[in-house]
């Protein structure tokens, strides 16, 4: 079964500079895949890095499965089991696809190269290719099997289904549901509502580089005014 | 800043009241001359992106064209009034410069830095070899400033004047380039070459432009560099000069045109007073370690370190763009 | 809502692309595509991943070589011109990844791209402080939402602050055919219609390709869609009848629409 | 105003020489043998201190020129020895023109130029040019050993240039022929394709490369199963090129050259040098090498002079100048230095052979003493002054 | 003609030897894109330290050893404490080893003094050999370059293409947060490539010391001559090394036999003319 508390961050706040971008965010994540909204320029990538390990957080501490992960490198953050899509994909330039998937082949992983390859055929079409060779689309299905292959107890989805055709992104969401039945946490950033919506039980809205406001997915859909307020946005 | 630089030129001005000849000419002089040669260079990395060891060639050809046109001991050359001689020699190594520039203009980072190696080592062993223009090996010596508008550029505090006075033309020239559309598509070909064209100004001329102001940067000092050493050879334009200035402009930092000048000014200090204040034998260990502690205490040069801190509080005062972002924001 | 009717035949043509291909070692990207883009057009073209879309846009602007085909910008054989020209003659584009200056501040960035368009050969002395330079950067910002962040290095932006400066510069000037590769990615909701009403809003004379996962956007802003598959132009027509067709629901559009 | 200042209890000397790079040992002897004059003289010359101050040059005439400024108006030196190399010394002697106030005393630089054309009345050379080291070489090539033609190999500079032409003025008066000459760039490592490129028909090699280059070229030439004897020119067999480590010094076994300096001399003097060089400097070379020879002559001649004019140094050293000009001493040869006209020194030349010691170390030995060489070499001085100044191509006599 | 085959095996086994002596070079600057400009001192290290091994033991392999193993030593140390925490920052890597190279040469020249160095090598490799169709003597450790170069360029290719550690050291390259992100500890195996790629320089140091001779200042040509043929050859790729090794060693021997005046200039005219067609150099992967 997986912990009541997968991820835990508590008071998180970075600065850039003397701007402060991150302001004591406290989230909590558990078995249920939570999605992080909010316009563009909040600070949502900034969060994921400095999850990662990439930015350097001023104060506050983050847990991972009860460890305190907040001194650590990102490599020791991979490691302890956080696996990150990193927004505009950074896919190495000079692995081809199948290199990519070779550098991070675990034994015993449950995610094989096949695996991979029977989720995104078109990634075994482009196997020889170089990864700056790759179409946008191709390149974010690397960049999600890359950090899958880790095997990780929770990803963390920096906007994974931009620039991605529909059918695909069904695949992805597909995907991100059968994350779930691996026991994989998932935080999403996602500008994709309705995606977000489907994958997420739980909406954390991010203004400021402050979470405002957490709700359930099924509040949201629900709540026009809400959707209104926070992403001022109107369903049809 | 301006102030503070208003103040170095103040400064610098009175400066020679207080000290020796040697400090003036071998130090402060000396130090000026490898600072437009540094600016030249740090225009060209900053703004371009290209780190280009052809900068001493540049100053090289400059000096080689007042050497050759100037009366000499050498008994090579043609004489010509020193104005003549000054503008040819700045034209050459404009030129020069455009022409290292077309040859260079798909290289970028560590590539360029070897392009222009290549191209500065040619002409090294160019002069080395060639005694018919060049004199090879030996060089042209007996080179001496000459009288402009009836005062002697050999006095050694009239020289110091016209070095001054060439320097200050040479930072504003950059600043001002650097801040002109021109400058802007100069700094846009660094960032996304790519990009510049797709808003509609070809790279190749903007890159050429590039190094061809580089070449008149370098070429100033190349000729302040003749009347000063009042010689030239081979060994003036070698692979040691060339490093030599790279690490000048690194150890005084890339970001500001200042830079160049103060890791000029610390250069010529290690090189001349290490061998007195250490055992002078092993010298050249101090002069390297020295370098070594300076570049890896402060990162972005001597100058740079003080400067980014600065410039990072100004940039990215996000506070009151901040604030117009709630604004935006809040319904 | 389409904005001109796509059928009358005596429009003048923007762009005609005649057996357009290319490729890359053995794989074709672009594969003999043929297609007429007539003034004031708009024209989306949807297509799955990889389908050759952004390459195709890197040949119109010149940023590739072409393999084989030719291209025709406002009736002038522009297969061998370089970009600048190009864009001289009144074509622009957005970069799917943005490709931008980092180093310069927005207003730099948009001044570049006025001053790019309107001379052939960019300045050598410093502007004045409020030339018709700075007043045409002003504007652009505001039609791409950047009017706060104009002193802001482009470095320093988010990714969607980065979207919003692409469409920015991609408007600077007077352009004839403008070229947008997903423009809206990355975008949040929020900006999303802003974005749809700047691109209905765009002048009518404008031809305007669009490539755009978003099927809102592309069916709202356009009155020709074009569907590529495996670098082959598969089909065009009125975007309901293009997006209803089995085969476009089976290769690209799926069954959560 | 006309007294002489003598307030002043203290004479400065300032040394350059090469302290880096690829001659920095050689340089680092130069330094030792000019230490050594003062050390002999007890720190002292006409009753005041010798204060000695060392700049290092880096074998380029820009950096000698640096090094000579700095010694001038920093440290207000009022004599220069120095520097080593060929292209430094035509540097300094140019500098010394615009420095009268300052006397310069070559150290071993040796290019002809220096004192032969253009000379300055306050540059001096206790010692000779390049071309006067190989005196007596080119005649017994010719007539000893019988060698008809000569192939010759050496740095493309000026020092080799007027090593050359010291040994073929004699050689090719003698009746000698030179058909080849290969100028290859100094710092050649491969020179392979120089060794293939060596006429059949030749009956020796006249070798004029120095440090590295000499042992690169010999052990190449060894390896392609080359077997014409060597001449070898004066820093071709050095004692710091005997003292290198590696299997190609068998080839010079044997080896004829001139010079000026021999390490193994047998006269009285040398052994007298030699064992105050070892005493003073244990961590220094087995025997003195030319450049310890020369700094110390320089050393000498400065000392001596200064005694003869009890440190007067008014008039711009005028006195001291008439002093160098006519002074004469013994040097660690054995001989008599004094200068010639254009204040250049008539030296003693040998002619060597390399031989193996009973330790299994090489060193020079005298074949031939050449007394009182001048700057023409014997040759009328209008004879030779129109040979030219020396090049790739001159002289020539294939 | 018989010099022009001549000058031609000379220019092949002179580039064999500047591929030895470039494959450190290549390792380290083509992957981790650190110029490092002390490589030459480190080869001139190498060579002095099999040098005193050769001497005290007699064999000449094991003066490789050594050679290579306490170059790795220092280089592990250089990248560890020095030049780790400056990855990325080209020029201020470029400098530190300028200045790593000064205090290194000065070392050396106090250790060993100025003098020239051979290296012995073992008596089947001294001396020369009679080459059956041109009938001139050659050097036998020459034509055994040949095949040291090749042995040397095989294993080393298979490392970068083949092995997960090249997987790796390309990634680092390319984006070397995202390869922490994904668990990797980039700072060790940084160490570990500067490690090899200064072990090889230091028995390249060997070898050239054997086949020709080692003393200050050797060090700069070492370092020129590997950049030219890297840069030439394209970085990171062995195939461009080895094709512009044979390029400079060529251009270098018959300017030598045939323009030996303007030789050297021939030799950068050649690199100048590569880069201006192909900044990447011949093998090289365009930037963009
Ligand atoms: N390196 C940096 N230096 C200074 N400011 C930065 C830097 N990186 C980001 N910022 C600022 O921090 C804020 C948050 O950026 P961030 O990338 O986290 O936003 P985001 O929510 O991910 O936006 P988007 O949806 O557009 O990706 C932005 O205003 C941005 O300008
Ligand atoms: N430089 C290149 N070399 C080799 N193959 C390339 C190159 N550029 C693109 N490709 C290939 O060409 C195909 C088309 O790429 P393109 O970027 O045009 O796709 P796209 O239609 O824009 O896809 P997306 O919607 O994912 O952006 C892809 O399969 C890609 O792998
Ligand atoms: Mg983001
Ligand atoms: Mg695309």
Redesign the interface.
Known sequence: MMPDQLLKIDKLNVY?????TLQDIDINISNRPKAI??????GK?TLCSAL???TKAASGSVFLDQTDISSY???????TGIG?V???R?I????TVI??L???EKKDSRWSIEKIFSIFP?LAE?RKNM?D??????Q??LAIS??LM?DPKIMIMD?PT?????????DV?ELLHSLAEHEIGLLLVE?N??VALEVASDILIM??GRIVDQVTAEELKSNTQMQ??Y???NFA | MSRTLLLIVVILIILPAFISDFWLNQILTRSIILGIAALSLTFLTTYLGVVSFAQITLAGVAGYTIAYFSPNTTGLGIELPWLFAVALALLFSTLAGAFVGAIAKKSVGIYSIMITLAISMAFFYFTRQNYSIFNGWTGFSGITAPVAFGVSLEDSLVFYYATLLSATAAGYLVVKFTSSPLGLAVQGVKDAARRVRAIGIPTTPVIIAAYAFSGFIAGMSGVLNVWQQERISSFSVGLGPTIDLLIIAVIGGMRHPLGAFIGAITYVLIDTFVIDLFSRDRFNMIIGLVLLFIVMAAPQGILGSFLSAQKRIRKYDNNAIKRKIKNDCEI | MPLTDGSASNQRVALNLKGVTRRFGSFVAVDNLNMTIKTGERRAILGSNGAGKTTLFNLITGDFPLSEGSIEIEGVESSTLPTHKRIQAGLRRTYQHALLFDSLSVRDTLLLAVVGIHNKWPLFYPLKKNSKYHEKAEALAKVAGLSSKMDVLVGALSHGQKRQLEIGIALSGDPKIVLFDEPAAGLSPAERPVLTELLLSLPKKLSVILIEHDMDIALETSNIVSVMHNGKHLLEGEPEEVVHSDIVREIYVGKRQ | LSQPILAADKIKIGVISILEGAFASLGQDGVRGAELAFKEAGGKVAGMDVEIIVMSSDASPDSAVNAARKLIDHDNVDIIIGPLSGSEGIALRDLSKGNKGVTFVNGSSAAQDATFREGSDNFFRFGGDGAQWMAGVGTYAFEELGYKKVAVVAEDYSFPYTQVLGFMSEYCAAGGRVPKKFWTPIGTKDYSSVVYSIPDDVDAIFVALGGADAVNFLTQYDQAGGDKPIIGGTITIDQSILDSKGPFKKLLIGAPAGTPTVSDYEGKEWKEFTASYLSNFPEGMTSPTIFAHHYYMAGKAVLLGLEQVDGDLSNQHKALRASLNNLEFVTPTGGTMRLDENRNGIIDNFVTEVYEREDGSLGNRVLKLVSNVNQTMGQDPTAFRAIGAVSRENPSCP | MKLFFIVFLNGLTLASLYFITACGFTLIFGLMRTVNMAHGVLLLLGAYIGYEVVEMTGFWVLGIIAGGLSCALVGAFLQAFILGRYQGDELRQTLITIAISIILADFLLWAWGGLTYQISLPEMLQGGIRLPLLNVGYSVVRLTLIGMAIVVGVLLWLLIAKTKLGIIIRAGVDDREMLQALGFEIKKIFIIVFAMGAALAGMAGVIFGSALSISPGTDIQFLLSSLVVVIVGGMGSVGGAALGALLIGLAEQYGLAYAPTYGVVFTFLIMVTVLAFRPQGILGRAEQ
């Open positions: 850039h500079g003397s701007s402060h909204l909010g316009r563009n320029g909040m990538t990662m390990g990439l490198s990102p490599e020791s953050r991979a490691k990150y990193p927004q505009g950074r190495f330039r000079s692995l290199e990519h070779k550098l991070v078109r482009r990864g060779r790759l179409s946008g689309g191709e974010q299905m890359r950090a880790l906007e931009e620039g991605l055709a529909p059918t695909i992104v069904d969401v500008q509502i309705s203004l400021n209104q307020k992403l001022g946005i």
